[in-house]
């Protein structure tokens, strides 16, 4: 046996155990785990911290309805000591006491708007949790597209990086034949490098992109982990219009406004009424030296200086401020829904354009550019060309992609549900 054929052999063995320890060392690794969109918006729900401020607003809210039912405590008041008649002096001492009840009777309206304002307040607080919800989930349905595309970004690099090899192989191979110079081989290895750049880029993104979206879980992801799923399309017709009309209705924010505006009218009753006074009967037993009664009565504060004008304007500004609060939002929402779905037509029109021919166009371009390059038909800076135009046009296609589901969950949130 020759050297060069023993040599030959040691090489394919040592590879055969490297590459058996490679696929050892992968198995022993754990891969990362994927999550679904789904999985990751009930994470979120569940870890999120703006959730549960909104759930404590609800229970707050709760605590003030329950007060809202009480009725006024009544007020005990006794008192005690030693007294004796003197004049005429009998000799006659004992202990003289006091013993009184008072109970406010509160105004029956005063009571019910007071009640009714709480129940607006509940419900209200019911709305914005409601409203955490829908902007906590297009928070994460936005990230969730954006890591997508990151990872789309990072996979088209590291597939780049493969072909411009390939072509360094072709080149060198093609000098050593004296088919090419020395210099195709440095704008070879340039592009090398360039494509290898953009995989750090690519890959840097990923991991911004993924630490946004792992945020919004309070962590819940890890630092390894993939995602499972893919772009979002649009197959109906929107209409702007016919969406505003039912975000008007149905969406959290403007519910939780329009709550608003009864509590605040409530607010209003309620103040109003608290100008009739607050009746108090009183109960009393006293007894003294030579003297026991027992008494009973009213007391009724007088609202002759100040019947509570400052109280009413504040509760009426109040409701002001809530109407034209409400009246701003439905603007910036039918706003918000024609700029979305304008973003969304422009999106189904690019993609139309990337599957009805540009995708094709591109990929046959450059399988072209390969086979004259492979045939010696086509120069180096041909073939680059014609694969940086196909690798910028997965890229587009894919960002194109990630706009569209990006522009349905921002209408989403505008119109308060899936349109």
């Known amino acids: 046996m020759s050297l060069h054929v023993l040599f030959v052999t040691l090489m394919a063995a040592m590879s055969v155990h490297l ?5 050892m ?42 007060a809202a039912t009480a009725y006024p405590n009544p007020s005990v008041s006794i008192s005690a000591g030693r007294g004796s ?69 990072a996979d088209l690099a590291a597939q780049n990086v493969t072909t411009v090899e ?31 750049k953009e995989v750090a880029r690519a890959r840097n993104t990923l991991i911004v992109a993924k630490a946004r979206l792992n945020t919004l879980t309070s962590g819940a992801l890890g ?41 605040a009218d409530h607010s209003v009753r309620y103040e109003r009424a608290s100008r009739v006074p607050t009746v108090s009967i009183q109960g009393s037993y006293h007894r003294e030296a030579g003297d026991e009664s027992l008494t009973a009565g009213l007391s009724v504060p007088l609202p002759l200086w100040y019947r509570r004008q400052g109280e009413i304007e504040s509760a009426l500004g109040a409701q002001y401020r809530a109407e034209a609060e409400r009246r701003r939002t439905h603007n910036d929402l039918a706003q918000a829904i024609t700029q979305h779905a304008q973003e969304v037509r422009t999106a189904q029109d690019q993609l139309q354009v990337f599957e009805t021919g540009l995708l094709k166009q591109a990929e046959r371009t450059l399988a072209v550019a390969r086979t004259s390059f492979r045939q010696g038909a086509a120069s180096l800076l041909e073939v680059l060309d014609a694969q940086r135009v196909y690798r910028q046009t997965l890229l587009e296609y894919a960002q194109v992609r990630a706009d569209l589901s990006i522009a349905l969950v921002r209408l989403e949130r505008a119109v308060g549900a899936p349109p």
């Open 19 to 23: 590459n058996h320890f490679s696929t």
């Open 25 to 66: 060392a992968d198995a022993a690794e754990p891969a990362p785990e994927a999550y679904s969109l789904d999985q990751i918006l009930v994470l979120a729900m569940e870890r999120n911290p703006t959730l549960a401020s909104a759930e404590g607003l609800v229970r707050q809210h709760l605590g003030q309805q329950i």
């Open 223 to 263: 630092t390894q982990f993939s995602l499972r799923g893919e772009f979002r399309s649009v197959t109906q017709n929107i209409d702007p219009a016919r969406l505003a009309s039912q975000a008007l209705e149905e969406h959290p924010t403007m519910r939780r406004l329009s709550k608003l505006i009864e509590q």
């Open 85 to 153: 008649i003197r004049d005429p002096s009998t000799g006659v001492a004992v202990t003289e006491r006091t013993f009184t009840v008072e109970q406010p009777l509160e105004w029956v309206g005063k009571r019910q708007a007071r009640q009714e304002a709480a129940q607006a307040g509940v419900a209200g607080a019911s709305a914005a949790l409601d409203e955490a919800r829908l902007s906590l989930a297009a928070d994460v349905k936005v990230a969730f597209y954006q890591v997508l595309y990151a990872q789309r970004d």
């Open 166 to 196: 390939e072509v360094l192989r072709t080149v060198k191979a093609r000098v050593a034949a004296g088919e090419a110079t020395s210099f195709d081989t440095m704008k070879a290895d340039v592009e090398v490098q360039k494509a290898q």
